[in-house]
């Protein structure tokens, strides 16, 4: 019986290692779409072709997705609810989870052209990354710096959201 609550206990307690947030270092390499440090990969997405998809699942349109691995990758919508594809399943971009301070701003839509699309990965933490600059808005102020971003845990499937200031430092 010992043995029995003892396992349950370890798949209690490795199961929370794997689905804590990412670090702080995973989301700016996520938001400026390169490594923020060595022990952080960036793996650019570069989709080659873009397909549009009506009544894609669930009654969602796919207006963006591209093939990653074999599966579907991208945007998809269904009037006011907004989702993330990857490996062809739909993750809401309302269910994502803040990541720190974002200044209020709520998970929201972006322009999946003007996205950039990547895997992060810290140690065995890997995310589907997509980071945007609210669609250009800012272009010659310090707004220019602030970027949005969803990741998505690629083991647990949990979805985050941030915002955060981009400058770089010697700026």
């Not at 440090?37 to 009654?59: C, F, M, N, R």
């Not at 998970?107 to 997509?130: K, N, R």
């Not at 969803?150 to 955060?164: D, G, M, W």
């Amino acid at each position: 019986m010992n043995k029995l609550v003892f396992a349950a206990l370890l798949g209690v307690v490795s199961g929370s290692v794997f689905s804590s947030p990412p670090s702080e270092l995973l989301v700016h390499s996520c938001l400026q779409h390169e490594a923020a440090a060595p022990s952080v990969t960036v793996k650019l997405l570069d989709p080659h072709e873009i397909v549009e998809q009506d009544d894609y699942a669930q009654g969602f349109d796919a207006p963006y997705t591209f093939q990653y691995k074999g599966g579907d990758a991208g945007y998809a919508k269904r009037k006011s609810d907004l989702a993330l594809i990857y490996m062809g399943k739909l993750y809401r971009l309302s269910s994502a989870m803040p990541l720190g301070d974002n200044h209020g701003v709520k998970p929201s839509s972006f322009t999946p052209y003007l996205a950039h699309w990547s895997i992060v990965q810290q140690g065995t933490q890997q995310y589907f990354c997509v980071s945007f600059n609210f669609d250009g808005l800012g272009q010659s102020g310090d707004f220019q710096y602030v970027h949005g971003g969803y990741l998505l845990n690629t083991q647990t499937k949990e979805l985050y959201y941030s915002v955060r200031h981009t400058r770089p430092s010697g700026e």
